[in-house]
């Protein structure tokens, strides 16, 4: 299972070998495809103009949903799963003195996951502790669904086009 691979590597080859396509590159994904952005752009500093993620699950290190998946796919040695840790990739790569890109974040507070398996408040005060920029968006009364990303899709492709310049 190589999603990372695929997502960074293979569809943008793919996309590129078909469509007229500039090197500028935006991500964006929810809940752990948000995650995988995040990911995404905190493994490869400077890959992206922009990222951006909705109720992602944020420090997959520190919940259920996410000791489970990563015990599956990574095995039981945690110390691996710091390399596919949002959380965890924002203290690496100040520590490795990498420029930090700011990151949109938005999340609906009645999210039935958002107390115990997406921990945003964890996310954020490990980027305040390490001066990461983050955009963060609390939108009371709205949970995990398709309502919730339609209601906010706008607002993250605005965010993208003006990281693109298209704005």
């Known amino acids: 299972y190589h ?3 695929y997502v960074n590597k293979e569809l943008p080859a793919l996309i590129g070998n078909h469509y007229m396509v500039t090197d500028q590159r ?3 994904g929810h809940s752990m495809g948000g995650h995988g952005a995040l990911i995404s752009a905190l493994k490869q500093p400077g890959a992206y103009a922009s990222v951006s993620a909705m109720a992602p699950i944020s ?4 919940c259920p949903w996410g000791e489970k998946a990563f015990a599956a796919y990574l095995g039981a040695d ?3 799963w710091a390399a596919w840790d949002a959380n965890e990739l924002v ?5 490795q003195g990498f420029v930090a890109q700011e990151l949109f974040i938005c999340q609906g507070d009645a999210d039935p996951f958002y107390q115990e398996q997406l921990r945003p408040e964890v996310f954020a005060a490990t980027c ?3 001066n990461h920029p983050l955009r963060y968006a609390c939108r ?3 949970d995990h669904s398709y309502y919730y990303i339609s209601s906010f899709i706008g607002e993250h492709l605005r965010y993208h086009a003006q990281h693109l310049g298209l704005m």
């Open 3 to 5: 999603m990372f691979d």
């Open 26 to 28: 935006s991500i964006s």
């Open 59 to 62: 420090s997959p290190s520190l």
């Open 78 to 80: 945690k110390a691996a």
């Open 91 to 95: 203290q690496a790569n100040q520590a």
């Open 128 to 130: 305040r502790s390490h």
């Open 140 to 142: 009371e009364g709205y």
